[in-house]
DNA sequence: ACGTTTATTTACTGAACAGTCCGAAACCTA
DNA sequence: TAGGTTTCGGACTGTTCAGTAAATAAACGT
């Protein structure tokens, strides 16, 4: 028996990702996630502990959508895996959409992972936020690796390649063109970059 | 005939630099700035112009720096350039060092490149800034083309690869390799990784 | 309809911020 | 040694910051 709330929790915190994602942690005040949230500042306090708090259940719901994307676009059949593979690598370089149906910032700088900008510009000082934007990591490196190997067990890739290995070097490459993006490359430089490493991988000696 | 300066400007601007790389841009303070080099703040402001002189002045040495390690690294004759593609890699993954003689920083955070870690804090805000982290890699990307050519006449890399293809995709691989280190990641990961990638290089067809 | 409980808003506080200014110090020339 | 010039560093200013607390508004059970 009392008021309920009067905010959609996720809509709040999508806001406030995207703010952080333009200006960073550091650079987003109180009275920034504010105006772009609509909420006021007790509110804020009250619901999410502070500016701090706040970027915690973001990056936590971001945690929660981006394990679902590739997860999605990586699982299926041995048969097209390679597929898959390649057409999630060109996505991925484009950036991290905001939401499932919200593609990537026009900006390309605005769309790189908001994991990674937020372990970059903090990550060192704040353990929690380390951990987090590993785990990120983490869970999309275990959904290409076990596309890679689906990949192997089709025949499309060198069944003595190490899918761990492969995983970490894709991921790193999409990590990597997040900068290179941020640099103000063209989106066809970034899809170039993205083709020239699948074509990269090792195909079976013998066909 | 009046008072001469009494600091070595490269010495504040590399003490400016550690300092932006360990705390970000919008999380270091003038005060902060005025500890680390142990100057004043008024001869700050007489000096470089504030805050945001101090950094495209530390980016600017930071450009002549970068533009010299790799280059020395990676020139030479044709014979032996796939090796030195190879010990430049795995010294990259590892950092970038405050000078010459400086070893990267210890904490891999800290070590990742000045320019990459600005332009991904604030240069969607900041053109300048993005326009030299810009000009940061792509001195380093040139030498790394030019080596990979070298490697291609002495006939160690496939001479139908492109080579400016190559060394975006080498250099993006480098940049990601900061990111994946920010997130905890161990040097020998970080080897692995650079290991894998130069394993992939295209060699020539027959031998 | 009323009182309780919670959400929300607004005003406030002390600290930290960027940038300015000025007295003091250091140096060169004469 | 005196004068002129520049650097130096601490003190100062107005602003903005994160976080709090009190006041208001809204919804629910009874």
Known sequence: MARPRNFDRDHVLHAAERQFRTSGYNGTSVDDIS????????????????????LLEAMT????????????????????????????????????????????????????????????????????????ANDCFSV?????????????RNGDIDPDADPDDLAYLLLTIIRGTDVVGAYGHSPDRL?????????????PRHR
């Open 35 to 54: 105006a772009a949230t609509g909420l006021g500042r007790g509110s804020l306090y009250g619901a999410f502990d502070g500016k701090h708090g706040v």
């Open 191 to 203: 899809t170039s970059i993205a083709e020239s490493a699948f074509a990269l991988l090792p195909r």
């Open 61 to 132: 719901g971001y945690f929660a959508r981006l394990a679902q994307g590739p997860r999605k676009m990586l699982a299926g059949p041995d048969e097209g895996a390679l597929e898959r593979l390649h057409a999630y690598l060109l996505r991925a370089v484009h950036g991290v959409p905001l939401a499932a149906d919200v593609p990537p910032a026009s900006d390309r700088a605005g769309a790189a992972c908001f994991a990674a900008k937020m372990a970059l510009e903090i990550g060192a000082s704040d353990a929690e936020v380390k951990r987090l």
């Open 140 to 152: 999309v490196r275990a959904a290409v690796a076990e596309c890679v190997q689906a990949a192997q």
